[in-house]
């Protein structure tokens, strides 16, 4: 099975065009050099990563960006899919949700999130907390070795 | 309900007459049935007891007879014998007479005499001494009486007969004592009985005592008794007090006393029974009515879960709705006035300072639009529901052309078929066919040869109704989210939409007792149905 190039990649699902707008100038703000794919809904990234009948190349990001409410497949359903499958099980998956909610939060961990951020509306730097995150999960943390880096 | 199935079972007025009359009728049939078997026992008893008193009496009858004959033929023979022997000593015929005295105890005595005044030649009684004849003047042939030496005194029957064809040798006088005849026979044959003997209107003998009871005069019998000579007696047998206490069982009378005792017995039995009936009915009446009271609570309790269950279930939609969904366009708003702040400090807008202007009144306006969904959401499941018979293909035109006026957008062909009419309330039913009506448009704009169309059918208690569009459609898999609160399935910003809608519709569907669902494919169109039960059920 052959995978992108994409060491760096940056996996965002998020279906709210303000929210992602944002999101994305913060991280281009912040500097961070990695590519960003994103997908606007939970069928939309599943399709990405390969856990649907989907043609294309499957995407092995280095960190999944991931609203909850999403159209047709929400977001838990893409995090149980996620870490139900061998080949994305350890792929880190920080949930960004408007909900502060500890029913939400717990369900998350529950099925597998590393991190859950609640949306910020900072004054002065909006969308900063997500380059700060990215910042986090690809300069200072060390992911889990790839089976196939090992061989 | 409880109280007068209880109070039917208890007092049940109807019933309160045949509680009595039953074991009254009892009583009655078993007293009647009880002295009728008396009776025939005793009517039986009685007959017996005359049945044999009447084989007594013949019998009685029969020997008296053939003793008084044995006495006469006795006499006879001394007659012939004296005729045949003739003259000789005195002395002879005194011992004839003394043996023929020995023989008959009851004569009285025995005489001859042949002169004309009656003096008698001999005479004999029995052990005793000589006695002149009793009555005076000469004796004539024949056997008669009852013949008396004193008012009162014992009763005789006298025989005389002539010694000789025409008396040349005299005559034979003598008496038989009555009395001591009948007591000779009667002690022997009849020895139980008191017995009487009348000759004529005259008693000649008298011999025990008679039961005393007048009641029991019935079993008194008379025989008569046909002697020689054309005499008859009447002899009277009762049974004596001893024989009376032997045959009158008190057999029927204890019969009779149990009868009427078993029936009172019965009566109560029956009554006692009925009771414990009508007491097990009520115990019934009164089980089904706390088992109805039972199941009405159960109802009630599984009414009020699901109540609560919705009422829950709204909760925690409204707070996702308001943690997810509300606070997006908030968040939008907070950002881009933020970047305005820092990209735009000193210097005036540019083409895309306005660009986030007016993503900060559409964040707004959405806001907006979200909290009047989730305002018509809750109102739809709180209002109270106004029924009255609905005609839903006016209602769905009429609602259509609202839309259309509202939405600004007539280029489409619209059809609605005949609708079967239901109950419901007509201004809720309106906002389903409003939403439904409002998707179709949205989600076929920009189609070719758009159409919506409104049908409608019958099956079994249901009406059910659609709403289809030849719009972009939908994938199936995703079909129950369709009517989630909020939910859309595209994340595309070209059909303006909040996703309350659908959630509504399932709601006021709901609220009517009926069920909402659709089908649909991706780009082949899609139809939303409703069912509602045809009859809306008082007080929901």
Redesign the interface.
């Given at each position: 099975m052959t995978t992108v190039a994409d060491g760096r990649a940056i996996l965002l699902v998020e279906d709210d065009r303000d929210e992602l707008d944002v999101a994305l100038r913060a991280i281009r703000r912040a500097g961070v050099d990695a590519p960003v794919e994103v997908a606007r809904d939970g069928q939309a990234a599943l399709e990405l990563l390969g856990l649907e009948d989907g043609d294309a190349a499957p995407l092995r990001p280095r960190v999944v960006f991931l609203d909850l409410k999403l159209p047709r497949v929400d977001g838990w359903e893409v995090l149980r899919r996620l870490r139900a499958d061998p080949e994305t099980a350890e792929i880190p998956v920080v949930v960004i949700s408007s909900s502060d909610e500890l029913e939400d939060i717990r369900r998350s961990y529950a099925l597998g999130a590393n991190s859950f951020l609640v949306k910020r509306f900072d004054r002065g730097a909006p969308g900063r907390y997500v380059a700060e995150a990215a910042h986090y999960w690809l300069d200072l943390n060390c992911p889990p070795p790839r089976e196939e880096g090992m061989q | 309900m409880y109280n007068r199935a209880v109070q039917n079972a208890v007092t049940g007025r109807r019933r309160a007459w045949p509680d009595v009359w039953l074991p009254i009728l009892i009583v009655v049939l078993g007293w009647a049935a009880s002295a009728g078997t008396w009776w025939l026992l005793v009517t039986e008893r009685r007959q017996t007891i005359l049945e044999s008193t009447q084989t007594i009496a013949g019998e009685s009858s029969h020997q008296v007879v053939r003793e008084v004959e044995a006495y006469l033929l006795a006499l006879r023979d001394l007659a012939e014998l004296w005729e045949l022997v003739g003259r000789r000593p005195l002395a002879h015929w005194q011992a004839d007479v003394d043996g023929v005295i020995d023989s008959f105890p009851a004569l009285d005595f025995v005489a001859w005499t042949d002169s004309p005044d009656g003096a008698p030649r001999i005479r004999s009684a029995s052990g005793q001494a000589m006695r002149s004849l009793p009555e005076p003047g000469p004796p004539q042939p024949g056997v008669d009486g009852p013949v008396r030496d004193r008012a009162g005194g014992p009763a005789f029957l006298r025989v005389v007969l002539p010694v000789g064809p025409r008396g040349e040798r005299g005559l034979l006088v003598s008496r038989i004592d009555l009395d001591s005849l009948l007591h000779q026979v009667l002690d022997d044959v009849a020895r139980s009985y008191a017995v009487r003997a009348f000759w004529g209107d005259e008693q000649i003998f008298s011999r025990g005592e008679a039961s005393a009871d007048a009641w029991q005069a019935w079993w008194r019998v008379e025989q008569t008794a046909a002697l020689p000579h054309g005499i008859v007696w009447r002899l009277r047998h009762r049974p004596t007090p001893p024989l009376a206490a032997t045959l009158l069982t008190p057999v029927p009378h204890y019969l009779l006393a149990s009868g009427l005792v078993l029936s009172l017995l019965l009566a109560a039995l029956v009554h006692q029974l009925r009771v414990t009936v009508r007491q097990s009915r009520f115990l019934a009446a009164t089980n089904r009515a706390l088992e109805e009271r039972g199941g009405e609570l159960e109802r009630r309790v599984a009414e009020r879960t699901r109540d609560l269950e919705e009422a829950l279930n709204e909760l925690r939609a409204f707070?996702?709705a308001i943690?997810?969904?509300l606070?997006?366009?908030?968040?939008?708003v907070?950002?881009?006035t933020?970047?305005l702040?820092?990209d735009y400090p000193h210097r005036p807008l540019d083409m895309e300072g306005l660009e986030m202007l007016a993503?900060i009144r559409r964040?707004a306006s959405r806001a907006t639009a979200l909290l009047s969904g989730l305002l018509r959401h809750s109102r739809a499941g709180r209002v109270t529901l106004s029924i009255s018979p609905i005609e839903m293909r006016s209602l769905a035109t009429e609602i259509f052309a609202q839309v259309v006026a509202a939405e600004g957008d007539d280029d489409v062909e619209f059809l609605a078929e005949e609708l079967p009419p239901v109950e419901g309330d007509r201004s809720l039913l309106g906002d389903v066919f409003a939403n439904l009506l409002t998707n179709a448009l949205k989600y076929s704009r920009g189609r070719e040869k758009r159409r919506i169309t409104v049908r409608g059918s019958v099956q079994g208690d249901e009406c059910i109704y659609e709403v289809a569009d030849n719009g972009r459609g939908f994938?199936p898999r995703?079909e129950r989210?369709l009517f989630g609160m909020?939910?859309?399935?595209?994340?595309?910003?070209d059909v303006e939409g909040t996703g309350a809608g659908l959630a509504i519709v399932d709601r006021i569907v709901r609220r009517h007792g009926g069920r909402v669902w659709a089908e649909g494919r991706p780009d082949e169109g899609a139809r939303f149905c409703f069912a509602l039960p045809r009859k809306q059920e008082a007080g929901s």
């Amino acid at each position: 099975m052959t995978t992108v190039a994409d060491g760096r990649a940056i996996l965002l699902v998020e279906d709210d065009r303000d929210e992602l707008d944002v999101a994305l100038r913060a991280i281009r703000r912040a500097g961070v050099d990695a590519p960003v794919e994103v997908a606007r809904d939970g069928q939309a990234a599943l399709e990405l990563l390969g856990l649907e009948d989907g043609d294309a190349a499957p995407l092995r990001p280095r960190v999944v960006f991931l609203d909850l409410k999403l159209p047709r497949v929400d977001g838990w359903e893409v995090l149980r899919r996620l870490r139900a499958d061998p080949e994305t099980a350890e792929i880190p998956v920080v949930v960004i949700s408007s909900s502060d909610e500890l029913e939400d939060i717990r369900r998350s961990y529950a099925l597998g999130a590393n991190s859950f951020l609640v949306k910020r509306f900072d004054r002065g730097a909006p969308g900063r907390y997500v380059a700060e995150a990215a910042h986090y999960w690809l300069d200072l943390n060390c992911p889990p070795p790839r089976e196939e880096g090992m061989q | 309900m409880y109280n007068r199935a209880v109070q039917n079972a208890v007092t049940g007025r109807r019933r309160a007459w045949p509680d009595v009359w039953l074991p009254i009728l009892i009583v009655v049939l078993g007293w009647a049935a009880s002295a009728g078997t008396w009776w025939l026992l005793v009517t039986e008893r009685r007959q017996t007891i005359l049945e044999s008193t009447q084989t007594i009496a013949g019998e009685s009858s029969h020997q008296v007879v053939r003793e008084v004959e044995a006495y006469l033929l006795a006499l006879r023979d001394l007659a012939e014998l004296w005729e045949l022997v003739g003259r000789r000593p005195l002395a002879h015929w005194q011992a004839d007479v003394d043996g023929v005295i020995d023989s008959f105890p009851a004569l009285d005595f025995v005489a001859w005499t042949d002169s004309p005044d009656g003096a008698p030649r001999i005479r004999s009684a029995s052990g005793q001494a000589m006695r002149s004849l009793p009555e005076p003047g000469p004796p004539q042939p024949g056997v008669d009486g009852p013949v008396r030496d004193r008012a009162g005194g014992p009763a005789f029957l006298r025989v005389v007969l002539p010694v000789g064809p025409r008396g040349e040798r005299g005559l034979l006088v003598s008496r038989i004592d009555l009395d001591s005849l009948l007591h000779q026979v009667l002690d022997d044959v009849a020895r139980s009985y008191a017995v009487r003997a009348f000759w004529g209107d005259e008693q000649i003998f008298s011999r025990g005592e008679a039961s005393a009871d007048a009641w029991q005069a019935w079993w008194r019998v008379e025989q008569t008794a046909a002697l020689p000579h054309g005499i008859v007696w009447r002899l009277r047998h009762r049974p004596t007090p001893p024989l009376a206490a032997t045959l009158l069982t008190p057999v029927p009378h204890y019969l009779l006393a149990s009868g009427l005792v078993l029936s009172l017995l019965l009566a109560a039995l029956v009554h006692q029974l009925r009771v414990t009936v009508r007491q097990s009915r009520f115990l019934a009446a009164t089980n089904r009515a706390l088992e109805e009271r039972g199941g009405e609570l159960e109802r009630r309790v599984a009414e009020r879960t699901r109540d609560l269950e919705e009422a829950l279930n709204e909760l925690r939609a409204f707070t996702q709705a308001i943690s997810h969904d509300l606070r997006s366009p908030l968040g939008a708003v907070l950002n881009f006035t933020s970047i305005l702040e820092e990209d735009y400090p000193h210097r005036p807008l540019d083409m895309e300072g306005l660009e986030m202007l007016a993503r900060i009144r559409r964040s707004a306006s959405r806001a907006t639009a979200l909290l009047s969904g989730l305002l018509r959401h809750s109102r739809a499941g709180r209002v109270t529901l106004s029924i009255s018979p609905i005609e839903m293909r006016s209602l769905a035109t009429e609602i259509f052309a609202q839309v259309v006026a509202a939405e600004g957008d007539d280029d489409v062909e619209f059809l609605a078929e005949e609708l079967p009419p239901v109950e419901g309330d007509r201004s809720l039913l309106g906002d389903v066919f409003a939403n439904l009506l409002t998707n179709a448009l949205k989600y076929s704009r920009g189609r070719e040869k758009r159409r919506i169309t409104v049908r409608g059918s019958v099956q079994g208690d249901e009406c059910i109704y659609e709403v289809a569009d030849n719009g972009r459609g939908f994938d199936p898999r995703f079909e129950r989210k369709l009517f989630g609160m909020f939910e859309r399935l595209d994340p595309d910003d070209d059909v303006e939409g909040t996703g309350a809608g659908l959630a509504i519709v399932d709601r006021i569907v709901r609220r009517h007792g009926g069920r909402v669902w659709a089908e649909g494919r991706p780009d082949e169109g899609a139809r939303f149905c409703f069912a509602l039960p045809r009859k809306q059920e008082a007080g929901s």
